[in-house]
């Protein structure tokens, strides 16, 4: 069965450090999300893209994060300069014409 | 930005038990809504999804009830298993292209052998 693959799983960074999260949607699909959740919290809406653009963004999703979709496959979301409160899980998602959004496994991005 | 509320942070059930798991919502846009389940350190997994053109939708074991009167949707798993052991999100869109998702806080389910 398809599925949404991120990576790293985990990722360690520096504050002010970038960093770069990878995603590969599903190969059919058209709409692509990040969201994150911060520990205790509810899951977040960051940025949505389609046809090379962003659709839709959060007011989390400020001028330290951007996304890109570089080739066919990869869909990556980019933080220019990491901040302790930056820490968190961050899911990619994908979904075709039928809104349904299939989650990959999250990369946990921690912040020192 | 509390659009999505589950009430409930925990329900326990015996196994072969119905599991009733709510959600309430505040934003009357939302026309579509799904169920997703997760386990630590997963990403969410799809589970089941239903339409404001509906009041129900099932899928083997599961069934989501939608009350727009009431801003309302429930879970309900029959019969509970031990695998359905995880925490259930709520979620809502609007249907409007991007279809960004808000999810509520979650409910843990156990299952109990």
């Known amino acids: 069965e398809p599925e949404v693959t991120q990576t790293p799983s985990h990722q360690v960074t520096q504050m002010g450090q970038e960093v770069i999260l990878r995603c590969v949607p599903i190969?059919?699909?058209?709409?692509f999300y990040w969201y994150r959740q911060i520990l205790g919290q509810k899951v977040e809406f960051l940025v949505s893209?389609?046809?090379?653009?962003?659709?839709?963004k959060s007011e989390i999703f400020d001028d330290q994060f951007s996304v890109e979709r570089p080739d066919g496959s990869n869909f990556t979301l980019k933080i220019r300069s990491t901040k302790l409160e930056d820490s968190a899980m961050y899911f990619c998602?994908?979904?075709?014409?039928?809104?349904?959004?299939?989650f990959g496994p999250g990369t946990r991005l921690t912040v020192l | 930005d509390q659009q999505v509320k589950q009430n409930s942070p925990s329900l326990s059930v015996q196994e072969g038990r119905i599991s009733i798991l709510n959600c309430d919502y505040t934003?009357?846009?939302?026309?579509?809504f799904l169920w997703y389940k997760k386990y630590p350190a997963e990403g969410p997994t799809f589970l089941i999804s239903?339409?404001?053109?509906?009041d129900k939708n099932e899928d083997g074991r599961f069934t989501v009830f939608l009350n727009k009167s009431a801003k309302h949707l429930s879970l309900h798993i029959v019969p509970s298993q031990p695998g359905d052991s995880a925490v259930y999100f709520c979620?809502?869109?609007?249907?409007?292209?991007?279809?960004?998702?808000?999810f509520g806080t979650g409910t843990r389910l156990t299952v109990i052998p």
């Open positions: 239903i339409s404001s053109i509906k």
């Open positions: 893209f389609y046809n090379n653009e962003i659709s839709e």
């Open positions: 998602a994908s979904s075709d014409y039928t809104d349904t959004q299939y």
């Open positions: 934003n009357s846009m939302f026309d579509y």
């Open positions: 190969s059919n699909h058209l709409y």
């Open positions: 979620a809502a869109s609007e249907l409007t292209g991007a279809n960004n998702l808000f």
